[in-house]
């Protein structure tokens, strides 16, 4: 059995943020702060938020923004019957002006105009 002595410094870096990839993955409707995160990873948020973006090369609140937004377009997209309310929720956004707000700055319409196109 491989225990955490066994590993490089650099292979027990990629675990955490494996277990923190995975983590917001299954938590996306969840309030996921840095610090939550964190601790999913096991360790300090401000060593996991340095390790997070050198590992991909964004925060962990922006990876976590794109995956919602991301999301909700494609509940828009492939669930026309969902209010933008229930969407919003699904994915985590605390209101809708927030979800519509957030969803505007990344796809440069409203969610409305991103369900007629």
Known sequence: MITPKDLTQKQ???????AALSYIEGHLSEELS????AEAAHTSPFHFHRLFRMATGETSNDY???????????MIQYGP???FSHIANSMGFNSLANF?????????QSPSEFRKN
């Open 64 to 74: 976590i923004v794109r995956l919602r937004v991301e999301g909700a377009a494609t």
């Open 81 to 83: 019957q969902l209010s």
């Open 34 to 37: 840095l610090k939550i995160v």
């Open 12 to 18: 027990l870096n990629h675990l955490k943020i494996q």
């Open 100 to 108: 519509s707000r957030v969803f505007q700055k990344w796809f440069v």
